[in-house]
Each structure stands twice: as structure tokens, then as C-alpha cells.
């Protein structure tokens, strides 16, 4: 083996054996670091010396003292006999640092036998001497006139180049070598455990670098081992104080142990010298000795006024928060990481917080913090988190929290809980208004209360504000919940299509903050907008990806993202996919949240499309009772009387259905789908020759909101009521493209309900026919002031409604509509074509 380097202290050891030779006894001490080559430099004199011929005994020290003793002791008793031999014996003893009392004296004493033969002892110990069990042989050996010390130090720059080049056999470059060193700082074992891999970018933990850190840190005194475990814990935050106050160390020792580990090459300064080093050190603990370290390290920095989150990185490391400080910097460091939008940070400090505090109120404090922090993480974690002070509040223990906690519950859609905190807190529902900021004139019902603050907080409906709301709000932990409710308000006051895009980009900007339950919650709304869009497959892959973002840690809010995944596998017609997500027995909490509201009415529509009208009935009548129960019957809620209608009339009891569709007509502020659906269903209910200009206002209404599966149900119901008056040319033409619409928005089921066994091609070869055979009048002749006045007319309205709905007068109208058809060739309203009676221009102002 060629040792580089070391060409000095093999020359002393050959004059030392030549010594022998000559019949002289010479003691050799090599000292050095761990892994500074000690034993290859012991090797090494041993194989010389065989090849000139001398007799050669060796032993080798170990931490097990007992294997140490034996082995030593038989080298020396050996030697002993060897003293009267014809050659030169040399002894060579590896670590005498772990020889035992009576190994050393047995040393002692050969270096005082007579001889006839030349003696060489070749030693080898770390820098200092072997020990305290060691230290008066060392000191009867330096009597000896033919002792010698040998120092081994670290290679320099120059020799890790060279070693370097050995290693790649040929020219190596000046930065790769410098690199080389300032990782192992020329410490032999750490340099060709580096070496063997070079041709990865960087030491690979528990690779041959570690194993040799390992080895080094092991030799060294335990001093030194507890430091450099300080060190390796402090990382960045080093500093010998901090270092010496972790392993409980006077200044001065710290020192001596800073001393020995430099020696090695393991420190640079006062730290470690890599992160490749730091990470081995700690590999030699066992988890729980890591533990302990860690929060040593956290409570010496607290002490040392380090900031919150370093100390919290501490003990989040350690898995525990022992005392009141501990808790205190995690809650501190949570906010800290919380400013900095790194919630998974926050959480798993307050989450250590938590389980280590012993003091009621302060672990329900911190559990509401978890319930805000967590929903856009883990629903059900959120969920959870209010359990325990609810409970609490209920038992009636002092320090129970009760606004805030109603708040959370709310943000949860728990009404029913939000209410019952409500009646329970000495405050009421003034501390639920306060946290809103609700004026004190708002509904003095707790549950009205809860359930209104869920749906819009403040009371603000203008779409014009959320729209504003939405456009200069970036998305944070303080502005998730107003941005849902603004999308909400969008999609609740006739502007589905703004917030499915909105959705969209604000699902984008969630997914980038890695928080799935913002996702759930996105993804949701967007598929609800979608679904009153009529596109049925978007909303089933935006309210899949919604449901799978939470996927076994929804909670109750998985029910909502699932609703809207049923209501349009079922207007597709994929039943079997859809009760696969209709679960039962239902947990007991849904019914007393919000998120019960559109499950039951998805799985009422799952029930009507698979001929349960009775099932289906019941459902919707729940949902009206719920939403009643809740002050949410309104023009923004489910419209249950509409869906409970259609069941009605397919139990063949139209009187109980019409009675239905006029109460849903009649809720005020009722929105253009809203009354289109009723408009729709209330036709079904009139006489034959009143169910056009129903429809056709239920088309108008639809085409306005943009829901094209509403819009094909009214469509098709008007061409239905065309072949019931004996118009069946254009009430074919009209079937046709209900057939049309239905198929765009991959509604199977209706399309078979409008054209049953009529595909695709048939339909569109059809409608060419008969656009050839009886040609509809060009509309393109109107001007757009006529298009405005045919189109209403065309809907049913009548002369006085058009000229008030144009702001002309009744006169213009009549005008207005002799040139219309003249135009195109007509003599009456009915003859008007279809484009118009199924067009409604944005410009013409119907909502």
C-alpha cells in the first residue's frame, strides 16, 4: 500500500529498525487522530520488518476490553520467549489506548527483560497518550533512552491532489481536489472513503464517507463524541457556548474536545465541516437519543434567544414540547410560518403544541387554530379539532371558548352545532355577529344566523363586489374563505360561467400552495358551476378531481364535492357509477350541515332518474325542511319545490305539482334558472293551448342563465307542445334541437326521453331534410332593432310588455312588426321562425 505523505515517519521507523537490528531495544509511540493512518503506518513497519527477517508479534486494541486483554497479553507473553531468538523481534501493538492494567505492565516489563536479540515496540494511540489507565506506562516508556514519538497529522492540500489523481489515474482538476479537502480535511480514512464516491454529487448518507465518520467519531474520546454530536444538532446555529451548554461541558473541556475533533479533520472552526459530516454524526444515535438531543438543542436556544422558528424546528425534530416556553415558540413560530403561507409548517407546530400542553383552555385554543389551519389540508383533521372544545362547552368547564368556536363550525357548514354553541355561550349570537362584523339588525335566530353567515358572510350579494372581491384578493389563509363566498355569490346570482373561471384559476393557485382541501373546496364549486352550465362531463372531472384531493380525509365536507359528482353521473346516465358514491347508513353529523343540503337533493335526482319518484319526493321534501329550518330557503338556495314538483307529476299528481311551481315562482329575487326550471315544470301542469308561451319563457330564462340541460328539458317540452296543437313540422325542427343540446351536454337519458333510439347522424340527416323541404325565413334581413322586438314577440310577450321592456311606445311596436312580416314573409307571431323563438340576445335585456 503507498501511503503519501508519510515518507518522513516510515525513514524514523526503518532507522529504529535498523536499531534493532544492531541489537538495540527502541520504542516507537505513533500518535495521531482517528483516520489519520495510524495502523496502515503500523502495517506497514510490521511487513518491513518481515521482509528483512525479523520476528514480528502483533495485537490490536478494542473498545471490548476483555478481547483486548487476551489478545495483548498473549502478544507480550510471546514476546518474552522470542527475547534469546536469533533475529530482531519487533512487537507492534495497535490502540494501546484500550489495553488493560495488566497488558500495560506486561509492556512495562519487556522493555525491562534481559535480551540477547534486538527488541523494536511499534505503538499505536490517539494524540495525548493512550488514557488515564495508560498514562504512567507512557511515562515509564519516555524514560526508556531509546523511546521515539511519531506524530501523524492530516495531509495537506497537495496530498489530496495527489491521492486524487492516484484515484482517477491521470490529471485531476485544482476545484475538485480543493472540494476533496474541504469535505474530509485530508483526514485519510475520510479521503478514500470519499474517493470511492467521486462519481456521485455528493456523499450518499449511509455510504462508505458516513461509515467513516462513523469509525473516526467512535475512536475518539467520548468528550469529543458527545461535542460533535452538539455540533452536528446545531448545525447553521453553531457555536462552542451553545455546544457546551447541550453536552453540559465546562468551557475549558469544550474546548480540549473542539481540539481533538479538529485534529481528525471532522470540524472546520467551531462547527462541523460539512452537512455530509453532521448527518453521519447523528446516525450513530438511536432515535430516542436524537430525540433527547433535539430538545436539549431547542432549550439552549431558547435560552440563547434564538428565534421561534429555529427553536420550533427543534422540537419538532425532539416530537416533544415539554413546558409552558416550548409551547408558547411552537404557537409563535406557527404564526411565523403561517405569515410566510407555509401551512403544513404551522400545522405541525401547532399540532406539537397541542399534544403537549397539560392546560384545558390553552389545548382548546390551539385546537381552533388547527380547525382554521387544517381545512386546507385535511378536512376531517379540521373537523376534529372543534370536537374536543365543543365538548367542553357543553360540559360547561370554565375557559370553554364559545365565539370563536362558533365561527369555525359555521366555516364548516356545521349549522346545527354553530347554533347549539350559540344558545350555550353567555354571549350569544352577538359573538358570532362581532367576528362577522354583521350589524346588530341581522336575524336574531341563531341557526337563521349561522346558516345565512355561511352562505354569505356580511349579508353582500352584489355580484359586481365579489367580482371586484376576486380581482384584488390574492389567495391566503385569511382570504380563502370571503374568496368562496364571492364565487358563491357569482354562482347564486345568475353568473355560473365567471365562476367556473374563477374557480379554475383559483383551484390552479391552490394546488401550487399544496393544500387539497382549498383543492375539494375549488374543484367543488367549479363542478356546481359547471353542472348549471349544463357541460355534465366537465363537472364530473372537475368534482372527481374535487373529491379526490380529499379522498379518505374529507369529513362531512366530502358529501358537498360528492353531490355534485351523483347529479351529473346521473344526468349522463351512469347509474351504477353514481350509487357507487351514494353511501349508507350516513353519518349522524350530515344532517345538521350545510353539505346535507345538495347530498340529499343529488341523491332525490339519482332517485327520480331511476323511477323512485316516491323516494325522490322525500328527499326534496327533506331538503325543503332543512333549508327552512335554516333561513335558507331563498332565491339563492336549492329550488327543492321545482325538483318536488317533477316528482309529483311522475306519481301522475299535477295538482299538488302546480301548487309547487307557483310557490317556487313566487319566492322573491328568484333567479332566471331558478324560474325557467319552474316555468318549465308549471307548463306541465296548464292545458295544452297555455303551455307555449310558458315554454317559451322558460326558454328564454334558460338561454339567459346559459344552462343548456335546463334549457334542452324546456326546449324539447315546446316542441312537445307544438305537436299537441297539430304543428308538427316546427315542432319537429324544435325536438331536433332540444336532441341537440341534450347530446352536448352528454345527457344520454334525455336524449332517449326526447328521440328515443335516434343517434347522432340520424338526427342531423333529419334536421337537413327538412331544412331543404320547408326552408325557414332568413332572419339575417331583420335589422337589429326588429331582431330585438321579433325575438320577444316570438317569446310571448305581448305588444304592451315589448314596448316597456324597449322603452318605446306600443305604436313603434306595431310598426316594428308589420315590417317583420313583411320581411320575412309571414302573417302572424306563431309563423315567426325558430331562431327567433328560441334566440335570447343579451341586448334585449331579458333576465
Known sequence: MTLLSRDNELARLDAALGAAEAGATTIVLIEGAPGCGKSEVLRTAADTARGRGATVLWAAGSPDASATRHRMLDALTAATGELDGPAPLVVCLDDLQYADAASLAALTGLTRAPHRTGLLIVLTGPLGGPGADGHDTVTELLRHPGFRRIRLGRLDRAATAALLRDHLQGAARGESADRLYATTGGNPLLLRALLSEYDTSRPEPGGPFAGAVRACLQRCETPSRDLARALAALGSHTTLERAADIVGATPADAVRALAALAETGLTNGPGLRHPAVAAAVLETLEPAERAGLHARTARVLYADRADAETVAAYLRAAGTAEGDWA?????????????????????????????????????????????????????????????????????????????????????????????????????????????????????????????????????????????????????????????????????HTGHPRRAAAWCEELHTEAEHRRAPGWQAMFGSLRAEALVHLGDLPGAERAATAAVAAVAGRGGLFMYRPVAVLVAALTAMGRYDDAARRLPLPLPDQLPGTVHALPYLHARGRYYLATHRAQAALSEFLDVGRLAGRWGLDGPDGLPWRADAAEALLRLRRPREARVLTAAQLAVPGIGARTRGMALRLHAATEESHRRPDLLTRAVADLRGCGDRLELAKAVADFGRSLQALGEGPRAGSVIRRAWRLADECGATPLC?????????????????????????????????????VASLASAGYTNREIAAKLFVTMST???????????????????LPIDLQLDILEHVGVQ
Open 327 to 491: 409551547v408558547r415558540t411552537l404557537c409563535e413560530a406557527a404564526q411565523q410560518a403561517l405569515a410566510a403561507d407555509e401551512a403544513e409548517r404551522a400545522a405541525a407546530c401547532l399540532q406539537l403544541a397541542h399534544t403537549g400542553t397539560d392546560d384545558e383552555p390553552t389545548r382548546w385554543r390551539i385546537g381552533l387554530q388547527l380547525a382554521a389551519l387544517t381545512w386546507r389540508l385535511t378536512p376531517a383533521a379540521a373537523e376534529q379539532h372543534l370536537d374536543a372544545p365543543l365538548a367542553a362547552l357543553r360540559a360547561g368547564l370554565p375557559g370553554a371558548p364559545s365565539g370563536s368556536l362558533a365561527r369555525l363550525l359555521v366555516a364548516q357548514g356545521r349549522v346545527a352545532e354553530a347554533t347549539e354553541v350559540l344558545r350555550l355561550a353567555p354571549s350569544g349570537a352577538g359573538a358570532l355577529r362581532d367576528l362577522f362584523a354583521v350589524p346588530p339588525a341581522s336575524e336574531s335566530d341563531e341557526a337563521v344566523l349561522c346558516a345565512a353567515l355561511w352562505t354569505h358572510p356580511g349579508g353582500h350579494r352584489d355580484p359586481s363586489t365579489a367580482e371586484r372581491l376576486l380581482k384584488g384578493t390574492p389567495l391566503a389563509h385569511d382570504t380563502f374563505e370571503p374568496l368562496v363566498q364571492a364565487v358563491r355569490i357569482l354562482l
Open 752 to 788: 332517449r326521453d326526447i328521440l328515443p333510439g335516434q343517434q347522432r347522424a340520424d338526427v342531423s340527416a333529419e334536421t337537413e331534410r327538412q331544412a331543404a323541404a320547408d326552408p325557414e325565413p332568413d332572419v339575417a334581413v331583420l335589422s337589429q332593432s326588429e331582431r330585438r
Open 813 to 831: 311596436i306595431e310598426q316594428h312588426l308589420t315590417r317583420i312580416y313583411r320581411k320575412l314573409n309571414i302573417s302572424r307571431r306563431q309563423d
